[in-house]
């Protein structure tokens, strides 16, 4: 007989009543927490673009809507207007734009290719689409030449042909000018490609054709042949007109310009060399280097003027790119920072046969855009309104703040407004075409920029646009180098030693913080008045520690380890880490750099202007010959008046307001003793200096010294499946990352070919230094870091994630406010790990229990220069709903492979989440949306997913970006109300929205190109010009060109592709009933402005003829009763 064994049952029955509680609770606390959130409120589109075009290849300009088109080398077009009317689209194939075409006041644009297609966009709508594409199979497009007003378009080719194409139909005319028939017969060589075409400014019937060898014809268009030709020994780049169609300039490759008379071509009227050395023996002056553009602008009241790139001589190698202004006996030489790639002259009128009038040039640069005033003396730069100045330096890292305080952008717009380059033009912008989008939300948005040298840009992001506030540069704080030999005391980086690593910013109490990667924190605050730092203050660190790499157990990352008691792990200021004295350290030759910073302080009086000012840099030192490793995670908080910074050697809490450290320890003393998977510090290398690494907390129950130096020892390799997975992942992506965990969680490393990102000098060996548990994230808040009776309230406490997927705790006990605050010490108490997930930490947030995102608790700004009598007492912004949270929270933390929601301060998991397993997640944010909380997250196959809060239900997950680009990585950020940005290039920021209500708005909220403008009036001929045919001559190109005359074109040469952005396809992708009353308004002000049109050239001819006939009576009245002999 089996015998009866009562305690299995009684064991049996605990458990059981255990799980049914449990599983009871859990349904309780999802019961009791509805979502609103769902998949069909997400959809996930681009919005706009900001940001100097990358690798930029051409530009044109509408003078009557004055829009400035921009194309590049990857085949993308930017549109800008006034200031806030940009517009980006790009061509499928990603073939480079040769040269662009405005159809002048039409709302359409042409485009050529490298891959030899032409592209018609139309401009009406605000995301401009290909109406029609022509791609030629037999010839390679040079050069495009539509005429004002004209809807043909002649198309050079490499082999120097001519063909016309009709812009409205986007079909070629049977009319072709072949090269053989435009050059003499006796001509044994080919003339090379079409380099430039043009018509006659005042007979439409000739056309200029210029070929590379130095041939230019004038060609008869009504006699298909040859009127003219002009023969040069020199190759030809650029021809321009005078106004009067009398005589053109040729730009060549030995740097002459030569003046032609239309009716002399047997030889040049002027041939000069403007940056030329003029021989004393009167020869011919040396050759300089090729004039690549020249125009040439008549004015009325004046002389013309002459506007030329390149042309310098030889002997200027380390000259910059220069463009030369030539006014009258005049030549002015402007240096630009940039290789030119184009220029424009902007005038008065669009028609080539009247005085031009010319008012500015704008001048396209590899990486800037300069608009140069040639109505002022001296040809000063006008003030430029668009964001092209984010890549001044390269930016290192970004942050994205939606639903700022709406004081936060005029207070920065007011101090930043003093920053403004002096010496500009004081006109206004003079690409002003286009309307502003009418924006449904209206809510303060901020990015913030930190770049390698040094500087944060502080930048308004709200409604879809882009402006730079204010430029802080931390450099400042640092001593420069006086020489060449004089050098950052540094070995961490080669260059950039001031590079921004990571910041931190309280948009509430405007307290920010950035980290740099010479090891270096500094805390600003924000004031509008000017003053005057006689010291800086200074806190020196010492943060350096050596770890014993044991692996840990198998299934240990998914528990949940036994917390100390409370109480166990205390440290009181005193009793943890005493201030370090300022260093006195060693760096000679003959011993190790020991107890130095990378950076050396500025020792003289620093004058700050209103804006950021220093409150307190905290360096690290070198320890043993060993360099501090590089910040890996930075927080602030207003309302406890602390700093934190962690790096793979540990963290460190500063109290700002004392300017003291609190604590500084390696990361492995914040665990608890009792764990089982706890690895222990090495031991201290025999060498070591007694104190020379952090001091020992008495207050701690371990007797192991804090940290110790950094020394090489025997470390696990990668052995895992899932790291060589993620080896290939990494290998397929084509990224330079460094897995930086020896289990299976994973930490991307810094691009080591970043500059600010260099090779840092150590004896470790990258083994040793990849097996480090680095601090991920921090998170400073109101909470319950023990287990507690839940009647209990939180308080305040730091939340610690680290590299290894632990979340552990620090308790923190703060004096009360006031004076107190300022005098007495704040207690630190690590409390051990709290939860554990694959991956590393990348975020935390704290929810109370009805599912609302608990504020981060900060301090409200204050003056800090103010007077005693007027400064107010900061006030620390109240909770949104205490009695929620009080009760009990739920803690949020993502990973790079998981997501997970803890009940506090139960420590239980309620919900998980495997985020991804084939790949990692880069950025994870908790962000609020209109209709609740959700986690957003950016992995590295390109995927963005949303998470539902608190359950984790899966609401979005969009194949969206490939990570080719370890830029996209570091600058990828997520912010409230659904909006998010990446740096796409080194030179813009891409933004994209992954909520469906902005998607749907977006038609409304994009600015407007085209908007119905009058075109001017021709040029008066006046009235005998008129008689007597002394005017310009029209051409009837259709009667020229149409296929009743010349014929088709052969179907072989060209293939014609209907584009998406057609009529019908315009009709069928607009949407909303705003966009249909906005067609409609667009298209009744058309009409209206037609028939005013009309009527107005109706009214002008019937009294052109009143005049005509009151002329004729009176002559006929003047020469009535006169003899023919008395005329």
Known sequence: MKKFNIRKVLDGLTAASSSSASAQSGSKENDAIPESLQSEHFQLCKTVRHGFPHQPSSMAFDPVQKILAIGTQSGALRLFGRAGVECYCQHESGAAVIQLQFLVNEGALVSALTDDSIHLWNLR???PAILHTLKFSKERITFCHLPFQSKWLYVGTERGNIYIVNVESFTLSGYVIMWNKAIELSTKTHPGPVVHISDNPM?????????????????????????????????????????EGKQFICSHSDGTLTTWNVRAPAKPVQTITPHGKQSKDGKKPEPCKPILKVEYKTTRAGDPFMVLSGGLSYDTLGRRSCLTVMHGKSTTVLEMDYPIVDFLTLCETPYPNDFQEPYAVVVLLEKDLVVIDLGQIGYPIFENPYPLSIHESPVTCCEYFA???????PALYSVGCRQKRQGCSKKEWPISGGNWGQGTHSYPEILVTGHADGSVKFWDA??????????????????RARGKEEKPSTDIVDEDPFAIQTLSWCPESRIFCVAGVSAHVIIYRFSKQEVTTEVIQLLEVRLQCELNDVGFPDGA???????PTPGTTSSSPQESEPTPPTSTGSNSSDGPRDNVPCLKVRSA????????QVELVVQLLWVSGEPPQPITSLAVNSAYGLVVFGNSNGLAVVDYLQKTLLLHMGTLELYSPTEPYLRQPRSPRKTQPSGAVCETNEGTNTTEERCKSPTSGPTSPYNSDEERKQQRFMQKAKMSRKISSPTTEHKPDMDTNNAFARSRSSSVTSIDRESREAISSFQLCDSFPRKTDPASAPGPSLWVGTSQGAVLAVSLSMPPDGDQRLQEHVGVSPCGTLVRLKGGVLTMAFLDTSGVLIPRPCELWFEPNATDQDRERPKRRPPASPPAYSEGQYAVVCSEKQAKVVSLPSHSCVHKHNITEASFVLRAEVVQLAGGLCIVCFCANGHII?????????????NYLPLTDMRIARTFCFSNLGQALYMNSSMEIQRITYIQETCDNLQEMLSELFTPVETPEAPNRGFFKGLFGGGAQSLDREDLFGETTAGKASSSLAQHIPGPGGMEGMKGAASGVVGDLARARIALDERGQKLGELEERTAAMMASADSFSKHAHGIMLKYKDKKWYQL
């Open 557 to 563: 990352v998914e528990q949940t380890p036994t917390l």
């Open 462 to 479: 709200s409604v879809l646009m882009l402006q730079v506030l204010y430029k802080l540069k931390t450099a400042k704080v640092f001593e």
């Open 605 to 612: 009086p620093l004058n700050q202007s209103p804006g950021y």
């Open 203 to 243: 007979d439409e019937g000739k056309l200029l054709i210029g070929y590379e060898c130095g041939i230019v014809v004038l060609w008869d268009l009504k006699c298909k042949k040859a009127d003219c030709r002009y023969n040069y020994d020199e190759a030809i780049h650029s021809v321009a007109w005078h106004h």
């Open 946 to 958: 949303a998470l539902s809060l608190p359950s984790l239900r899966p609401l979005l997950d969009v």
């Open 403 to 409: 639903d700022c305080p709406a004081e936060l952008i």
């Open 125 to 127: 709508q605000k995301q």
